[in-house]
């Protein structure tokens, strides 16, 4: 097993960049999920540690070997792609084998081939369709179809390119399962990519968030949830996003509070916001909740959607829209309703509206 590391890795197609002098460190037996938003550079990365895509600038490692010109066979990596990409025509069987065929110089002996792929099959739930062909199996078989034939190459590095996108709801989270188990089972390292924040908060040991070819913030996915490093992770991580409204900085008997043009709000600490400072304050929808107190904003309820186990109130406070997340048994409120709204100091978030950079 190997580590994969970026170092200051920028890849150009002509004057359009796609990923931005990326400094990246994904360590040995890691679960590491690149997200981020379409076209954003995420594949790109995974595709230059395929060796699919040369690198412009910067070092890119597996292990301890530096593989910026290293053909992709050569790497010990195996990829897993949207597309199960699987040979109609041969059975189970033969599409798992087929990596340990077609690689002349490490072919593997009939015995050996037959022990990994019958292993694969296994840990996959796959024995009982050996003998079929791809045609006659569901979406959800022939993706681990597809994740067998990159296990019995017994790879370095595991590269997985969105490969639940064509499943159903109810297939994606099976297999996630089946995924985080595998790892478990494995210890491989793995660098999956998706635009699925739930796929990324669910499977990863850590995530690392892209935007426009640039690594935004890194870390495991709670501390990425909790503490946003920019008011781009806050929108992009969490369902529904983090609520964002414009105030400014003040100190009421030494304690810091934001004021909005349609109240204010206690914050557990400013940081380095100074008294005056305009800033961008976050909540999540779960620090924010119905009641009155001595700092509170005011806001009329736009609509509620019910969604069994929870409900989401849409509030508009001035010309924004907040979401509050409630449990069913709560009081409800009505569609039209004024309403005061209180929050949690510490799930209070304070970022700078330029930079929009973290600041508490």
């Known amino acids: 097993m190997s580590g994969v590391t970026f170092d200051h890795v920028t890849k150009s197609f002509g004057d359009v960049t796609a990923v931005d002098s990326m400094t990246l460190e994904i360590l040995d037996g890691e679960f590491m999920v690149l997200l981020g938003p379409s076209g954003c550079g995420k594949s790109t990365a995974l595709r230059m540690i395929a060796g699919l895509e040369e690198i412009t600038s910067g070092l890119l490692t597996i292990g301890d070997r530096v593989v910026n010109h290293v053909a992709p066979r050569d790497r010990d990596i195996a990829m897993v792609f949207q597309s199960y990409a699987l040979y109609p025509h041969m059975t189970v069987r033969r599409n798992i084998e087929s990596p340990l065929v077609a690689n002349r110089s490490a072919r593997v002996a009939t015995d050996e081939r037959r022990h990994r792929v019958e292993e694969a099959a296994e840990v996959l739930g796959l024995t009982p369709y050996l003998d079929r062909k791809p045609g006659a199996l569901s979406g959800g078989q022939r993706q681990r179809v597809a994740l067998a034939r990159a296990i019995v190459r017994r790879p370095e590095v595991f590269l997985m390119d969105e490969p639940l996108s064509n499943l159903d709801a109810k297939l994606r989270t099976q297999t996630r399962l089946e995924l985080v188990e595998l790892h478990r089972r494995l ?41 946003p490093a920019n008011l781009f992770v806050a929108g992009f991580v969490g369902s529904p996003p983090m609520n964002t409204l414009a105030g400014t900085v ?38 924010l909740r119905v009641g009155d107190g001595a700092t509170h904003l005011d806001g009329v309820v ?59």
């Open 250 to 287: 003040t100190f009421v008997g030494g304690e810091p509070i934001v004021t909005t043009g349609h109240g204010s709000l206690p914050v557990a600490s400013a940081g380095s916001a100074q008294e005056g400072r305009d800033v961008v304050v976050g909540i999540r929808s779960e620090h």
């Open 302 to 360: 736009e609509t509620v959607e019910l969604l069994g186990h929870e409900r989401h109130v849409v509030v508009r406070v001035g010309e924004s829209l907040v979401v509050i997340r409630q449990p069913t048994d709560s009081p409800a409120v009505a569609v039209g309703a004024s309403i005061p709204l209180a929050a949690e100091p510490s799930g209070v978030h304070l970022f700078d509206p330029t930079s929009t950079e973290r600041l508490n």
């Open 187 to 227: 210890g491989t390292t793995i660098v999956y990519v998706t635009h699925d924040q739930v796929e990324a908060m669910t499977m990863a040991d850590r995530i690392a968030i892209i935007s426009d070819g640039r690594l935004q913030q890194v870390g495991p996915p709670q501390a990425v949830y909790d503490r």
